[in-house]
């Protein structure tokens, strides 16, 4: 597969399989992904890979967190509004979602039901958490980002699948406490990595992208 295919082929994928995730495959996924360009070569991220009791452990947590009621608490707060065309675009993808599940996916029940999922890592045998110092500015965190989609192309290139997850960074602080990470860390995105349970032509209908002439203007 070329780079351009392994970019438009690449989908966020919410059912795994169990099958275990071996070290070398995450070292290797990792390893390509430290080729990401970052502000001054300053390589502002780390990644912590969770699986087996301890995964559990950390699942168990967040859902006991949300039954609690426990309000989130993420280092990077969650948007309460969008500007447009976010807000529109936003509301299109719940109302296909909800469409394809028959149910209203806006209601407090399946926001509960989806977070929990989220939660579980939707059945994948690892997780990934993304993180680095807190005191690194707004430049950092787009490199942390551009090194997490390097991560999720280098995982699709090898036959693995993923989802980024920002549910995941809810816990911010219980997160970092359970996986032994300092206060100074900011949890910046957690993933789902494992290997996909159902073949690319029956997952989900991916969502649509806006025109090309939306994004893209030449000006000469
Ligand atoms: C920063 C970020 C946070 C996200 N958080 C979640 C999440 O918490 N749960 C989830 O299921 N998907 C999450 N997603 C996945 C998006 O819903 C998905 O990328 C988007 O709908 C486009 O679909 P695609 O990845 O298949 O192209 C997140 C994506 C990004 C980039």
Same mark, same amino acid.
């Given at each position: 597969?070329?780079a351009? !295919?392994c970019i438009?082929?690449?989908a966020?994928?919410?059912?795994?399989?169990?099958?275990?995730?071996?070290?070398? *495959?995450i070292?290797e996924?990792v390893?390509?992904?430290?080729w990401t360009?970052s502000?001054?070569n300053c390589?502002?991220?780390?990644?912590? #890979?969770?699986?087996?009791?301890?995964?559990?452990e950390l699942?168990?947590?967040?859902?006991?967190l949300?039954?609690?009621?426990?309000?989130?608490?993420p280092?990077?707060?969650t948007p309460r *509004?969008?500007?447009?065309?976010?807000n529109?675009?936003?509301? *299109?993808l719940m109302?296909?979602?909800?469409?394809l #599940?028959g149910?209203?996916?806006?209601?407090?029940?399946?926001?509960?039901?989806?977070?929990k999922a989220?939660?579980?890592?939707?059945g994948?045998?690892?997780?990934?958490?993304l993180?680095?110092?807190? +005191?690194?500015?707004?430049? +950092?965190i787009?490199?942390?980002?551009?090194f997490?989609q390097?991560?999720?192309?280098?995982?699709?290139?090898r036959?693995?699948?993923?989802?980024?997850?920002a549910?995941?960074t809810?816990?911010? #602080?219980?997160?970092?406490?359970?996986?032994?990470l300092?206060?100074?860390?900011?949890?910046?995105?957690g993933?789902?990595?494992?290997?996909?349970a159902d #073949?690319? !032509?029956a997952?989900?209908?991916?969502?649509?992208?806006v025109?090309? *002439?939306d994004?893209?203007?030449?000006?000469?």
């Amino acid at each position: 597969m070329d780079a351009i !295919e392994c970019i438009v082929t690449r989908a966020s994928v919410r059912k795994f399989r169990p099958d275990p995730v071996p070290a070398e *495959e995450i070292k290797e996924i990792v390893r390509a992904a430290q080729w990401t360009p970052s502000y001054k070569n300053c390589q502002p991220w780390q990644v912590v #890979a969770v699986s087996g009791s301890r995964k559990e452990e950390l699942t168990a947590l967040l859902i006991g967190l949300l039954e609690q009621n426990v309000p989130p608490t993420p280092d990077l707060p969650t948007p309460r *509004e969008w500007p447009e065309p976010q807000n529109s675009l936003i509301r *299109e993808l719940m109302a296909k979602r909800s469409a394809l #599940a028959g149910i209203d996916l806006n209601a407090p029940e399946f926001v509960t039901r989806s977070k929990k999922a989220n939660f579980r890592f939707y059945g994948a045998p690892c997780g990934l958490f993304l993180t680095h110092d807190a +005191s690194l500015g707004p430049w +950092s965190i787009l490199d942390a980002g551009m090194f997490a989609q390097s991560l999720m192309l280098a995982a699709h290139a090898r036959g693995l699948a993923t989802v980024p997850q920002a549910f995941l960074t809810d816990y911010a #602080a219980q997160v970092k406490e359970l996986l032994g990470l300092s206060a100074n860390t900011r949890l910046l995105l957690g993933m789902s990595l494992g290997y996909p349970a159902d #073949a690319p !032509e029956a997952m989900p209908p991916r969502p649509e992208r806006v025109p090309l *002439e939306d994004v893209l203007r030449f000006i000469s």
